[in-house]
């Protein structure tokens, strides 16, 4: 049986007497880059590379990336240091790398939930862009509005996000916002009626029905859905 001669840890086997002792100050037993010294004051185990198993040595946490070695996740995102350094290139001391307003962890893992017409989508927003798309909407405003964070036209009419919200108020989530058969860049760029309006002119004919640029049915499934 193997008898230890110890001062608060055990590292560095020495052969021969079957005694296990340490040596502060003059060894690194685990080969981490730490002093066995170092590792007593930092309350890191001298014979165990990577004391909190997140993939990342003892030594490498302290000296190089300033991460916790005795917390896998340091800045508590649900991501470990290791997935953030190694994986996604995101930064492990704080839980919203691109300060955009959403977790790392929301967007890579958890993703954010939009719409196109009535159909309920998902897109996993860049954790390195605060506006993925670069439509001038954030991705937490986009997450808000339930459009895509991911493409600047979240509804494929022609109009981006940005544009559609500040400048047309048009939806957009719908590329028919007043459902009259006629797309919104249509109705804004082509006919010069209300995207808003199904009857523009009030002479109780909805527009699409006065124009031979309205969609067919085929053509306001596809641009829904697809």
Do not use: C
């Not at 991501?79 to 492990?92: G, V």
């Not at 159909?119 to 997450?143: C, M």
């Not at 006065?210 to 859905?225: C, F, H, P």
């Amino acid at each position: 049986m193997l008898r230890f001669l110890t001062e608060g840890y055990f590292a560095g086997l020495v052969y021969g007497d079957g005694y296990i002792r340490i040596y502060p100050g003059q060894l690194d037993s685990d080969f981490n880059g730490l002093k066995d010294k170092l590792e007593i004051k930092l309350d890191t185990s001298p014979t165990n590379r990577d004391s909190d198993d997140d993939g990342i040595p003892d030594g490498s946490e302290v000296f190089y990336y300033d991460t916790s070695p005795l917390k896998a996740d340091s800045d508590d995102d649900k991501l470990s240091d290791f997935e953030e350094l190694a994986r996604y290139a995101t930064n492990p001391l704080s839980e919203d790398t691109d300060g955009g307003g959403l977790t790392d962890y929301e967007e890579i893992v958890e993703g954010v939930v939009y719409y196109v017409g009535v159909e309920y989508r998902k897109a996993y927003p860049n954790p390195l862009l605060p506006d993925s798309d670069g439509d001038g909407l954030s991705d937490k405003f986009e997450k808000s509005s339930r459009t895509n964070p991911t493409s600047p036209d979240t509804d494929g009419d022609g109009l981006s996000d940005y544009a559609e919200i500040n400048a047309h108020f048009t939806n957009p989530r719908k590329n028919d916002s007043d459902s009259d058969g006629l797309s919104d860049y249509i109705e804004l760029f082509k006919l010069k009626t209300d995207p808003l309006n199904p009857d523009s002119d009030g002479d109780g004919l909805v527009d699409g029905d006065e124009s031979d640029l309205a969609l067919t049915s085929r053509e306001v499934i596809r641009m829904v859905i697809f």
